[in-house]
């Protein structure tokens, strides 16, 4: 049944849309989940207050660059439910003229950090796994839900990573010889912590993907990092993407990444020396990213963040 909140919704919806056309709209969140399972006329339904839709308001955060809490609220609201007194405040920014976009857009960025926080200590997330697991696509369907910020260690460092070693006459893609182990991995993973201790300082959540293989093997690094952590208020949580070999030969062929050239032309020297059977002692959480895997990776997520928000 439409209701007056229902279309209340609805209109906030049309008027994150803008310019752009249901189609337009409707093609977008098909491209960002990779399927053409919408249409403008289901976007229309939303609009008119005749659909809430729950499954895309995750995309639809992202596609419109709003907090996903934001858009939540307004959806139980639609619905007839009342959020608790922590709940996320209303997006005003359709309501603005753009005259005012900046004051808009800082407002939305500190409500938005604050309902991310709501209920708990600002989180570290620590997202690791072998090369192909998995595991930034998992950080970013993460960051997606919760609404914390998300870095990635190759993003972040790569560029770097490739300079420093041409600098040192090494090969810019290497990432398996001793020259990369000791001259440059140790700064990768300096700028990454950095990074997030920026964040944390700031209070603000922060979810790290990167491969954390000799990190959660030792038995000494993730008790330091949360002792220091904890004494800013600041919880942390190791979660390691577990995957198989044929499952990281499929994802890494795919990305046809120049950086994994060595592995894929030595992959039997380079799986030999991992261990897919158990994942580091020092993980809080395991994600089963194999293919075929009997639970989405979609719906582990989701159980992996009622763990880390209880």
């Known amino acids: 049944m439409t209701t007056e909140k229902r279309r209340d919704f609805g209109a906030y919806l049309r008027r994150l849309r803008g310019s752009r056309s249901q189609s337009a709209l409707a093609a977008e969140l098909c491209a960002l989940i990779g399927s053409d399972t ?8 939303w609009e008119r207050g005749e659909r809430i839709p729950d499954d895309w308001l995750p995309h639809l955060a992202r596609v419109h660059n709003v907090p996903l809490t934001v858009l939540e609220r307004m959806a139980a609201e639609a ?3 009342t959020p608790g007194a922590d709940g996320a405040p209303f997006d005003l920014s359709p309501f603005f003229p753009d005259t005012v976009p900046l004051a808009t857009r800082l407002a939305n960025a500190w409500h938005g ?3 991310a926080n709501a209920g708990g200590n600002p989180t570290l997330v620590l997202v690791g796994g072998y090369a192909g697991s998995g595991k930034t696509e998992f950080a970013r369907f993460l960051s997606d839900l919760s609404g914390w910020a998300f870095l990635d ?3 972040l ?9 041409i600098s040192l006459n090494g090969d810019p893609h290497d990432r398996h ?5 000791a001259e440059v991995r140790p700064h990768e993973y300096r700028c990454m912590m950095n990074a ?5 300082d700031c209070g603000v959540s922060i979810i790290l993907a990167a491969p954390f293989i000799d990190e959660l093997n030792n038995p000494s690094w993730l008790p330091r990092l949360t002792h220091r952590c904890q004494a800013k208020g600041v919880d942390v949580t190791a979660i390691w993407v577990h995957s198989d070999i044929d499952t990281m030969h499929e994802y890494i062929e795919l990305r046809d990444a120049a950086r994994d050239g060595w592995k894929l032309a030595h992959w039997d020297e380079y799986t030999a020396g991992l261990n897919t059977e158990d994942p580091p002692e020092a993980a809080h959480l395991t ?7 009997a639970v989405s990776l979609a719906d582990q997520t989701r159980r992996a963040l009622t763990k880390l928000i209880p």
């Open 196 to 200: 997030a201790y920026a964040n944390i």
């Open 79 to 81: 619905r007839g439910k």
């Open 177 to 181: 010889t001793d020259l990369y182990r």
């Open 153 to 155: 260690k190759d993003a």
């Open 157 to 165: 460092t790569r560029r770097l990573a490739e300079r420093l070693l």
């Open 287 to 293: 994600i089963d990213n194999r293919l075929g895997a």
């Open 38 to 45: 919408l249409t403008r006329h289901e976007i229309s339904r």
């Open 113 to 115: 950090r604050a309902v």
